[in-house]
């Protein structure tokens, strides 16, 4: 009896049936650098998160993980939470003015940029949105990932008004004003516009997976 | 000279900084500003101008409007009205029916015409004689038989015809339950759940499990388009599917994905060629690397085995091994639609994230009876399947002989596909015309394509082919070519005659047609 052909014989026209998006950039870049070795770069720049099929699983329903940033309170919280890190800070007996404010403003700079950039995805109810947010941040999902907007505004504003007054009251001491700066300049660009669901890579030998 | 040229321009400066600081003054509140500047500015320009920056950023982007966000914006592209102008002016409506070109119009002059209800021997409307069916899929031989015909008339009377609704919708009565408990029983799995549609069974089954981050490794005969990561194997190859699951492995572990679902999806017997899967080694391979394996057995369901229970029972496998059975009732038990079978928990699931399930109309309930009495039929005269089965051996024990064709089929199944031997290279195409090689190296399991692409003429094929059906059908025998929507995938199957193996067909005629068969194919294929 004739034994099958392992290949049995396809003919292959010029049809692209991947969808554009994350497959293709998926295998080439991967490919590429798989032909390449490990990428020559220490910092790479990559997007995440764009393909139609993430859109349109993101518009099936409001994302309640981003969406209590436009709430009512969800503005004022912010002065009042600094207000009350401030007095807890200045509890703690022996502690200087300087100390104090430079501890509020570095204690504000990084747990806002560990809840807004850093952690990705929704944390309740995977089965609404499919893991069409898994690779976005909580900044990137305000607002459906539209730009100046009132929310986006308020949380630009509100880091900067905390950093100079935090300089003006620790009069202008030039080490606080360094740190202070450097931890502000870390918080501002993470929600800079063009860094839109950008994430930079530190010695990148292949995309990871998602 | 230059002094009195450059004199008004000083002039100018001066008196417009003079201006601006006098309405600066004059604004309440700017002596405050003034002042407060100056005490902090502390010698420090380098400071103070960092600040200021910061606040013009500040200011700039209170100042900005809001762009539009991802989901809406992103693809919309604005003309300008003179370019909308141009494409209302260039624009020409098609016809909703685009004229035939001539390979079209001989394909569809190439459709026989029948008189009178579908058989085992129609009588063709050209010559008037009876032709031997081969060509409709009638395997167990209950198209147009009496008792089920009985059966469902009852139904129509009692229940009338439609079922006004999806399943989930008041469209399920006792019909369908019986029909999923009757599945279940035959298959011997806990559960099933029976779709209205066969073609989009098996697209709202992986669906329903398999999402966002989930690996998929599917063969490559069998393409799927799916939102899951999706590997590929080597056709039929169970040594190709198992360095997939390594490579998958490895990569799992070196990138240190999340722990997902892991499929593996396989036809029982393949549609494009009648090859059948190695099911013991497949639930051997699922278990040792901790997949679940999704058997599409639409044909392989009502015509393997001893009672075409399927290849669980070819096999000796027990059903419940096969995480899920996904089959058509369509194509071998003459009713219509299909079902997945399974555990209880998955089958449930499907009821409300089976796209199909719960968005379609549910089957009538004649047609679902109709099926309920084909299971019936199957399990009480086993004597249908061992003609079947002798139907199949005999046909395949006079084609196999012939020289000029290739029979990629298993020798159970009972779709048979006939193939050229010899690939008809494509004219003037500047390929590789090595039709045998076979690549030593593992194919991408990334690309559809695998590495080794056998390419041929598929036009050119067709109509040779078409020639021994159209001889063929003048002697008396109802075959066919294996019909396909070319220029939709990215792997086009061969082109092939498809024989579909009866047992309504009596063993004589078997044999009669075979040799018939046998005589064209050498005549035509041999001179070629």
């Known amino acids: 009896m004739p034994s099958p052909t392992s290949s049995g014989g396809i003919n292959l026209r010029p049809i692209n049936i991947l969808p554009p998006g994350n497959n293709t950039l998926t295998f080439t870049s991967s490919a590429a650098a798989r032909r390449r070795g490990r990428s020559g770069s220490i910092v790479a720049v990559q997007e995440v998160g764009g393909g139609q099929e993430e859109f349109l699983d993101q518009s099936a329903f409001p994302n309640l993980n981003a969406g209590w940033v436009n709430g009512k309170g969800a503005w004022v919280i912010h002065p009042f939470l600094i207000f009350v890190g401030k007095v807890l800070v200045d509890s703690i007996p022996g502690m200087q003015q300087n100390l104090s404010w430079t501890i509020v403003n570095l204690g504000y700079m990084l747990i806002s940029y560990f809840m807004f950039h850093y952690v990705t995805g929704v944390p309740f109810g995977s089965d609404s949105h499919g893991g069409a947010y898994d690779d976005l941040t909580l900044w990137e999902q305000i607002d459906e990932g539209a730009q100046y907007t009132p929310a986006k505004k308020w949380l630009v504003c ?14 202008y001491d030039p080490w606080a004003f360094a740190i202070n700066f450097t931890a502000l300049l870390f918080v501002l660009l993470a929600k800079l516009p063009q860094l839109h669901r950008q994430r930079l890579r530190f010695m990148p030998s292949a995309r990871s997976h998602h | 000279m230059e002094d009195s040229a450059l004199e008004p321009l000083f002039v100018f400066i001066a008196y417009s900084v003079s201006t601006i600081q006098r309405s600066f003054n004059a604004l309440p509140g700017s002596a405050v500003i003034v002042r407060y500047v100056k005490s902090s500015h502390q010698n420090d320009p380098f400071r103070t101008i960092l600040e200021a920056i910061l606040v013009i950023f500040a200011i700039r982007t209170l100042l900005q409007s809001r762009t539009r966000s991802d989901t809406t914006g992103r693809h919309f592209i604005k003309f300008t009205a003179n370019e909308i102008d141009e494409l209302v002016d260039e624009w020409s409506p098609e016809p909703l029916v685009p004229s035939l070109n001539e390979a079209e119009l001989a394909d569809l002059a190439s459709v ?12 063709l409307q050209s010559t008037g004689k009876t032709a031997i069916n081969l060509a409709s899929y009638n395997f167990a031989g209950l198209s147009g038989n009496d008792k089920v015909k009985d059966r469902a008339v009852s139904v129509l009377r009692n229940y009338g015809l439609g079922s006004c609704g999806p399943p989930g919708f008041y469209g399920t009565n006792d019909i369908h339950l019986d029909l999923e408990r009757d599945i279940a029983n ?9 779709y209205s549609q066969g073609f989009s069974t098996i697209s709202s089954v992986i669906p329903a499990f398999s999402k966002r981050g989930d690996i998929v490794i599917a063969d490559r005969g069998a393409s799927r388009s ?12 169970l040594n190709s599917l198992e360095e997939v699951m390594q490579s998958v492995a490895k990569e799992i572990k070196t990138k240190r994905w999340r722990l997902t679902r892991r499929f593996i999806v396989t036809e029982g017997i393949f549609e494009n060629d009648g090859a059948m899967s190695d099911l013991p080694k497949l639930v051997e391979l699922g278990r040792k690397y901790k997949y679940r394996l999704i058997l599409d057995e639409s044909f392989s369901f009502g015509t393997v085995g001893r009672t075409g229970r399927g290849l669980t029972e070819l096999y000796n496998v027990p059903a419940n091994q096969i995480d899920l059975i996904v089959g058509s009732l369509a194509n071998t038990l003459a009713g219509c639609g299909g079902f997945c079978a399974g555990s209880r928990i998955a089958v449930n699931h499907q ?25 019936q039929i199957l399990t009480s005269t086993p004597s249908i399947l061992s003609n079947l089965h002798t139907n199949i051996f005999t046909l395949r024990s006079i084609l196999d002989k012939i020289d000029c064709i290739t029979i990629p089929s298993h020798p159970a199944s009972a779709i048979i596909h006939i193939q050229l031997r010899d690939p008809i290279e494509p004219a003037g195409n500047g390929l590789p015309t090595t039709a045998r090689a076979v690549s030593r190296r593992p194919s991408n399991p990334t690309s559809l394509v695998p590495r080794d692409l056998v390419v041929f003429d598929i036009g050119a094929e067709e109509k040779l082919l078409q020639e021994v059906v159209d001889e063929a059908l003048a002697q008396g025998i109802l ?50």
């Open chain 2, 351 to 375: 009821r409300i994230n089976g796209t199909s399930f719960v968005f379609s109309a549910a089957m009538p309930g004649m047609l679902a009876m109709a099926a309920s009495e084909g299971i």
């Open chain 1, 158 to 171: 509100t880091p900067i008004a905390l950093f100079l007054i935090s300089t003006h009251y620790t009069h």
């Open chain 2, 226 to 237: 799916l939102r899951s990561t999706v590997r590929w194997y080597d056709h039929n190859d």
């Open chain 2, 479 to 528: 075959i066919t070519r294996a019909r396909r929507l070319r220029g939709q995938e990215a792997l086009e199957p061969r082109p092939s005659i498809k024989i579909a193996a009866s047992a309504a067909v009596s063993k004589k005629d078997t044999e009669k047609a075979a040799s018939i068969l046998k005589g064209i194919l050498t005549k035509v294929l041999g001179k070629k």
């Open chain 2, 186 to 194: 035959f298959l011997g799995t806990e559960a099933a759940i029976i």
């Open chain 2, 112 to 123: 026989p015409v029948t008189v009178g209800p579908p058989g085992p021997k129609p009588k």
